[in-house]
């Protein structure tokens, strides 16, 4: 998982009111894998997979996120507020596409329909972590009291989504390393109900 965040703080000096729920916006790009056996797919994973800078390795898929935050002000009794507060996420996910999945056994293809379902996954429950986070953002960012002028009201801002933006990171860098230590018992759990599943199927 690669996760760009950027929080500029657009400020927008008006008196309007409300908060909008944080959303997210998704976009999807594909990389090709072109082998026919597991070792072949394994090896062009690692080999064409997107580069995550985080880590310095390529990875089987990954998550590019952008934090876009717009605030507005009101201003009464000669102190400035939030009045509302919206944090979109824009999610870019980058995945793996087997391009010649005909070629490979029934074998190869159960083991690679399981995997590339487990990484849309893992990449999709990044972008909920994601858009929790920009949720808690808009709240924070309400729930900072008045300041002298909206100047000091922006710094504030600027600081609270530093500090919520830290939190974000190491959620993700956690549910990175729990999939990870789980990753072989999962798979193979997944295989064997896809498996089972198939056999009902034919049955």
Not at 18 to 41: C, H, K, M, N
Not at 49 to 64: D, E, I, K, M, N
Not at 84 to 108: F, N
Not at 156 to 169: S, T, V
Request: glycine share 6%.
């Amino acid at each position: 998982m690669k996760s760009v965040a950027a929080a500029a703080l657009a400020i927008i000096l008006t008196g309007t009111a409300g908060s909008q729920a944080a959303s997210v916006t998704r976009s999807y790009s594909y990389f090709s894998i072109t082998g026919t056996t597991l070792q072949d797919l394994q090896q062009e994973l690692v080999a064409r997979g997107p580069l995550v800078q985080s880590s310095g390795q390529r990875h089987a898929g990954a998550t590019q996120m952008q934090f876009v935050d717009q605030v507005r002000f009101s201003q009464a009794g000669g102190k400035c507020r939030i009045s509302s507060a919206s944090v979109v996420v824009k999610a870019r996910i980058i995945l793996p596409r087997w391009t010649r999945r005909g070629a490979g056994s029934d074998e190869t293809r159960l083991v690679w329909d399981t995997l590339s379902a487990d990484i849309k996954r893992h990449e999709e429950n990044h972008v909920s972590i994601a858009r929790r986070h920009a949720r808690d953002m808009e709240l924070a960012l309400l729930g900072l009291p008045p300041q002298r002028d909206c100047a000091a009201v922006t710094a504030k801002g600027r600081e609270l989504m530093a500090r919520e933006m830290k939190r974000h990171d190491a959620e993700q860098a956690r549910f990175d390393r729990i999939e990870s230590r789980n990753f072989s018992k999962r798979l193979e759990r997944l295989i064997r109900l896809r498996a089972e599943s198939g056999r009902a199927g034919s049955d």
